[in-house]
């Protein structure tokens, strides 16, 4: 009997361990024991890696910062995080999610990367994967001659007044090139004065153009094309076309019957 009384006895003092262990655990399973580190996370957003982004043109960073953090410096590297430069510091977070409007820098490379962090540098964050800046845009050309039409046609050489501006996103100086073309030849044909009055065009190293106010006595009169081309340093280019015409007659245009002659050169 007394033995009985003890093994009922130690159930019951069991149960009761049992009851008050599984009520701690639930006590323990309440606790919140989130430490917050969402309010002190950042992640970009974009560009976050694959994107080419050109130029001189607008691009709109995107992130995602905790409550926590008031301000956040933007940077870039060029070179895949050996070199960083500032975009803006001291960005004030005015919601979870915010953007910032950058003018995309000349730095042409396709090893960019993001980084974004908050104002101490404790915590950041990368662009997931590289991205490109390009240059994909052409030089603005404008090109001008003052005189149009040389009379009378008595072989001199005329300065023309060739004018152009050239201006690129990028580069500040476009390598400029000048070329100059006949529908007549130079020499070869007597009825405009032959080889001795030859080449009908110089080009001088200033970009000034002279020609040489003739053409065959026997023709539709002379047409002169000035071509100008430039191109910036990474391949974009453009060109204009200018026309100066000898007439057969005053007051009768001359007809272009096609630029087969390079002006410079004897042909």
């Known amino acids: 009997m007394r033995r009985s009384f003890k093994i009922v006895v130690f159930l019951l003092v069991l149960m009761m361990f049992s009851f008050v262990v599984h009520r701690v655990s639930l006590s323990f399973s309440d606790v919140d024991t989130d430490d917050g580190d969402d309010i002190y996370d950042i992640q970009v957003l974009a560009p976050n890696g694959g994107e080419k982004l050109i130029a001189g043109q607008k691009f709109e960073i995107s992130w995602f910062a905790g409550s926590a953090i008031e301000y956040v410096k933007i940077e870039y590297s060029p070179d895949e995080g050996k070199t960083w430069r500032i975009i803006a510091n001291d960005v004030k977070m005015q919601d979870t999610y915010a953007n910032y409007v950058w003018k995309v820098p000349c730095t042409i490379s396709d090893k960019c990367e993001l980084k974004i962090s908050d104002a101490y540098g404790m915590r950041y964050d990368y662009s997931f994967g590289t991205f490109s800046i390009i240059d994909n845009q052409p030089p603005k050309l404008s090109v001008s ?21 050239v ?15 006949s529908d007549e030849p130079t020499a070869s044909d007597t009825s405009s004065g032959g080889a001795k009055y030859s080449p009908d065009a110089i080009i001088k190293k200033d970009g000034t153009i002279l020609l040489r106010a003739e053409r065959a006595g026997d023709g539709d009169g002379r ?20 026309l100066v015409r000898v007439n057969k007659k005053e007051g009768r245009i001359a007809i272009n019957s096609g630029q087969f002659y390079d002006a410079t050169a004897k042909n």
Do not use: F
């Open 223 to 242: 047409v002169y094309q000035i071509t100008v081309i430039a191109q910036d340093d990474s391949g974009n280019g453009a060109s204009t076309k200018v």
């Open 167 to 181: 201006v690129d996103n990028c580069d500040a100086g476009p390598k400029v090139v000048i070329k100059v073309t």
């Open 145 to 165: 001659v003052e005189k149009e039409s040389l009379w009378p046609p008595d072989h001199r050489m005329v300065n023309i007044g060739l004018r152009y501006s």
